[in-house]
């Protein structure tokens, strides 16, 4: 079965710097890969996927993420953090090529941001 | 705002009773997910329908089921329930042939006292 870890429980940088969260999946095919958001009350919103090609992949808010095969990794970046980014994110990994589409879910970073 | 409705907001309730949450997917999606979010457990998978036919089953307990209406409309409905149920069930719903991305409710908050 597939697995997510997100080696990071809390994160804490100060509003204008650089942010990276760190991904790592265990598969053994390369799966679809997602980046979530969970603000506080809300659902998980999707920041970005990867699912072939480019493995520099752009999403929403300004976050980016690569995929290194090498690595097994997938690792969200943004260059300069606003206090709106604060929020939990996940990490997910999902079947390729199955309609079988449950994801599979890292426990999650939680991003506080200094002002 | 995904386009998932899920129902209540909030449900508080006591232990032995029987609750549902009730699920409204993005309009076209045909795949409904349930997902149980706890401190100790994350995110974890319950079940998937597609068309109105159950398709994967996650952790979830014999106390759960849940059901696909032909309006595409989803319930998730827990019995007998534990103080441990108390969690954020999450619905996500999605299109075939879209690379599995999900798209999720708010979610639904269970109290059991």
């Known amino acids: ?115 | 705002d995904s386009g998932v409705t899920q129902t209540p907001k909030h449900l508080i309730t006591a232990t032995g009773q029987r609750v549902t949450l009730r699920c409204s997917p993005r309009s076209g999606d045909l795949s409904v997910y349930w997902y149980q979010q706890s401190l100790d457990q994350g995110l974890q998978f319950l079940i998937q329908y597609y068309n109105g036919e159950e398709r994967a089953k996650g952790n979830i307990l014999e106390r759960f089921s849940a059901q696909q209406f032909p309006d595409l409309h989803s319930e998730l409905n827990l019995s007998s329930l534990e103080l441990g149920d108390s969690a954020l069930y999450f619905c996500a719903s999605s299109l075939p042939g879209q690379g599995n991305i999900q798209y999720f409710g708010a979610g639904t908050r269970l109290s059991v006292l």
């Not at chain 1, 997100?6 to 940088?13: A, F, K, L, N, S």
């Not at chain 1, 942010?19 to 980046?35: D, H, I």
């Not at chain 1, 992949?57 to 976050?63: D, P």
């Open chain 1, 1 to 115: 079965a597939q697995s997510v870890t997100q080696p990071d429980i809390h994160i804490t940088v100060s509003e204008g710097a650089s942010l990276e969260l760190r991904c790592n999946y265990s598969y053994g095919a390369t799966p679809y890969l997602f980046w979530y958001v969970q603000s506080p009350g809300q659902g998980l919103q999707l920041l970005l996927k990867y699912f072939s090609g480019d493995t520099l992949v752009q999403g929403i808010k300004g976050f980016e993420a690569e995929f290194k095969r090498s690595q097994s990794s997938f690792n969200l970046r943004k260059p300069s953090v606003h206090w709106s980014d604060a929020a939990e994110y996940f990490c997910a990994s999902s079947d390729r090529g199955s309609t079988l589409g449950r994801l599979y879910f890292g426990r999650g970073t939680q991003l506080t941001v200094w002002p």
